[in-house]
Every structure is written in C-alpha cells, then in structure tokens.
C-alpha cells in the first residue's frame, strides 16, 4: 500500500516500500506560474530531510525544491528538464522530480495528510 | 503610503488578475492564463497593456521652450515634426540617467512618457530646470492604454478609424464618443502597436471594446519577457543614474547634430565616451542549455577574471530559451565571446550576443 503526504515547502511524496516518490504539488505550480527550468539532484547523491534537492524557475523568479525525507537519490525524472512545462500540467502524477531510497521511514509521520495539506495551502496562499 | 490603482483596476479584477506592487500601484503581474501564453499571444495576436502608472507630462510653450528642452535633451528638437516622437534620456551633469522617456511634439507643446517610478522626480527636475517658466501638468487624469501585436492595427482600427495611418513613432488626436484620445504608434514590446492616452473616466469603457474585438489583456510580467527578447531597457535594471546612454549602448538615440555642438545637460561626458570609448557596456547575452540567469549574476571570461554582471534574465517564450542582458568590461563586450555567469555557486557557458533577441516589425511606411 502507498501512502501520499506533504510538506510545508509544497512538495509531495509518495512512500512504496522504502522508495519514496517526491515532487511539488499542484498549488506550488499555481503560485510559480509557468515553470520554464528545473534542476535535479544528482543521481546517487544523499540528500537530508528539508535540505536543497532541486530548483525551479518560472519567467518570474527562482525557487528551491526541498525533500520532505532523508535518503539516497536512485531516480531522476529527466523529462522535467527536458520539457519545465510538464511541471505545470501534471505536477503530482507524471511530472514527478526524484525517487529516493530512504534511510527513517518515522520522517513520514511529520508530515501533512491531503486533507491537512489542503486547509495548509489554502491558509497560506490567503 | 497607500498604493495607487489605474482606472483599470476594477477590469483587472473582473478579469482575474494576480496583483503586484509597482512604483506604488497595485499592478497585474499576469491573468489566469499565465505569462507565457500572453506573450505569446501578443507576439501572434494583439495584447492590451494597462500602461496608466507611467507619467504623462504635458509641457506648453513655442520657441523658448523648444530652446529651453534642446539644452536638457540630446535631441534635434528644433526639426522633430508635429506629431512625431523620439526616445530619449533625462540626465544628471555626469549623463548618469535619471529616466528614459518618448518625447513627442504636439500642437502649444510638448507630452513626455515617463517611468512611473521616477516620474515625480522627473517632474521636480524639469520643474527647476525650466526654471519654472512654462506650464507644466503631469496628468493623473488621464489613462495610458498599449496595445501591442501584429493584429493590433486590426483591432484598433476597428474602434478608432484612422490610426492605420500612423507610422511608427508618429501620433495624433482622433475622438471617440466626444472623448479626445491622443494614439502614437509605439510600444515597448518589439510588435507593431500603439499607445492610447485618454481620460480615466472613459479608460475602462474603451478597453472593453477592444477585447470584445478579440485583444487580451497582458501583465507586466508578460510585458518584461517582451521587452527583453526585443533587446529593450527598463529603467531600474538596463538604466540607472551610474549608468550613460552611450554605456547603455543607446547611442543610436543620441543627435549627431546636437553631439557636434555640445551645450545639453551631461554633453560634456557623452563626447568624451563617444571619442574614447567606455569601460562597461550593455550587452546581450545567451546562455547554453536552460539556465536562467538572473539580474545581479556575476560574469566571468575564460580566463575567470569578473567582467560584468547580469541586469534582466529570464526565459523568452518567443525564442524558447533563456535570454539576458546586462554590462561587461568593454574588451569581452565583441560579438560571440565567450563567457560564463555564476548560478547558484556553478559557472554556466554562455555568449555575448546582438540584440534583439527576436526580430521587430515596426510599420515605417504607411505614408
């Protein structure tokens, strides 16, 4: 069974197994606008729970992407790069950013369910 | 202080706009489509730009007054045709730009575009300079509407006949419903367009005609991707009080005439750059690959030795990569160098390039 969560940083991340799929959420696209650059992490890279893993950029302004979770960097989603504009069409299913293996499966419990992430966006975005 | 709002704002609102702060308006950064599909609707289609922050100023006079600006402006004022405008700067003793401006030559006078972030100064300045001779208005009455793509002559046309006979850089008065609308056939975008004052009171009104004539409204974010594919300045980044017109490489808006007899404000330092050259100049830049670089990133040349820095950066949707522009030592300023500018901590290849970025289409000759 997969769970879906999320984080303050607007990104979210999918758990199977012990490979957690990571990307920015539909309402972070909405404030970016139309994303034209994206920057991954290195495959193989250890990246630390809420540290840099990634930036997008929109015809405005820069922005980090932050991992929810601790772990090691196995896949990358090279269409992003390819084509930014996937981002802003299908952000939280095909348009993910990086798959990690992760080391503490408890960083899962900080983070936000749909329905608390749904009241969090619509909070922050007031 | 409280921000101001354009006439507009209501049809902003109407039209969901995200709102920014600009120059003390509350502005549209963009509508609910984005600012890559308005740019590229008004590249393909037609844009209307609400423009109403900008000063309009009036200045009212005959010969003493054409005399008066002559020793302010770097400009053959003295042969600028009624109806016909020029770009230009408004410069300290140094030729460090206080403003870049279109002047146009009307009937009693003169009207002056200004930028809505200096346009008070702008008004001091002149104020005191003119030594308080000639009536002066900047008009807070009066709203500025552009519109701007190749079917904007359509669209225009279609509301207010005659304007298809305007050349670029060229205006006149038409009227409409008994109100008196002042169009020159300019822009800021790099496309065949026009400008548009007219009282606020008939602002909204009028621009709802022209998109129920199919023209969408465009944000200033859209406006900025615009402006620099077309190789343009914008005050604040390109230009600024330690920046020179001939620095800016705007030497092309300078008078031979008047160069050659000196006596306006900052001639002084304008012939000696234009004799001896300048340390710094602007420049266009392409970077490789995707990678935005953004104003303030720092550029370096092969050898690794700081040369200049970024002043706008960002993604142009008409040329589907990233485009810049920004001042670098002279001798790396030559066509095709190559260089490299600082990203988040990483060196990124890029080139000195020609400006623009993407082809204009001025109409020049209707007449």
Redesign the interface.
């Given at each position: 069974m997969s769970e879906v969560k999320y984080s303050k940083e607007h990104e979210w991340i999918k758990l199977e197994g012990e490979i957690a799929t990571i990307g920015i959420t539909k309402h972070a696209t909405e404030m970016l606008?139309?994303i034209?650059?994206a920057e991954l992490p290195e495959k193989g890279s250890n990246v630390e729970k809420d540290g840099t893993a990634g930036?997008v950029?929109?015809?405005?302004?820069?922005s980090d992407v932050y991992t929810p979770v601790s772990g090691e960097v196995v896949d990358l989603n090279q269409s992003i790069?390819d084509d930014?504009?996937k981002i802003n069409q299908d952000p939280e299913n095909s348009a993910w950013f990086f798959k990690l293996k992760i080391k503490d499966k408890s960083e899962m419990d900080t983070l936000m369910n749909k329905d608390e992430y749904d009241i969090f966006a619509k909070e922050s975005s007031a | 202080m409280d921000t101001k709002k354009t006439s507009l704002y209501q049809l902003h609102q109407d039209s969901k706009a995200k709102f920014v702060e600009f120059a003390g308006y509350q502005m549209p950064i963009q509508y609910s489509e984005g600012i890559v599909e308005e740019h590229r609707f008004t590249r393909n289609h037609s844009g209307i730009f609400d423009v109403s922050h900008m000063g309009q100023l009036f200045i009212y006079g005959q010969e003493d007054l054409v005399d008066d600006l002559e020793r302010i402006f770097p400009l053959d004022l003295k042969n600028l045709k009624l109806n016909h405008s020029k770009y230009s700067f408004l410069m300290s003793d140094n030729a460090g730009i206080y403003d870049d401006l279109i002047i146009t030559k009307i009937k009693d006078g003169f009207l002056i575009i200004l930028n809505a972030a200096c346009k008070e100064n702008d008004y001091k300045i002149l104020k005191e300079l003119l030594n308080d001779k000639y009536k002066m208005i900047l008009d807070e009455e009066r709203s500025l509407i552009a519109i701007q793509g190749p079917k904007s002559v359509e669209i225009l046309k279609s509301v207010i006949q005659g304007v298809e006979n305007l050349n670029f850089m060229s205006g006149n008065w038409f009227t409409l419903d008994d109100h008196n609308i002042y169009v020159t056939r300019s822009g800021y975008t790099g496309e065949d367009g026009f400008e548009v004052s007219l009282t606020n009171e008939f602002a909204d009104r009028f621009t709802r005609r022209l998109i129920d004539k199919g023209a969408k409204l465009i944000g200033l974010g859209a406006r900025d991707t615009l402006r620099l594919e077309a190789g343009l300045c914008l005050y604040g980044h390109e230009l600024s009080k330690d920046k020179t017109p001939v620095e800016a490489n705007l030497k092309w808006a300078i008078s031979k005439e008047r160069i050659l007899k000196g006596n306006f404000i900052g001639s002084d330092i304008i012939t000696k750059q234009l004799n001896h050259g300048v340390n710094k100049i602007r420049v266009g830049i392409k970077p490789e690959g995707r990678i935005i670089a953004r104003e303030k990133t720092k550029i370096y040349n092969e050898s690794n030795l700081e040369i200049g820095e970024i002043t706008s950066g960002t993604f142009g949707p008409s040329v589907n990569g990233p485009v810049a522009m920004g001042y670098v030592e002279n001798k790396f300023s030559k066509k095709d160098t190559k260089i490299f500018l600082e990203v988040r901590g990483k060196k990124h290849p890029a080139t000195i390039c020609g400006l623009p970025f993407y082809k204009k289409s001025y109409v020049k000759g209707v007449n």
């Open positions: 606008g139309d034209v650059f930036v950029e929109s015809t405005k302004a820069a790069v930014p504009s | -």
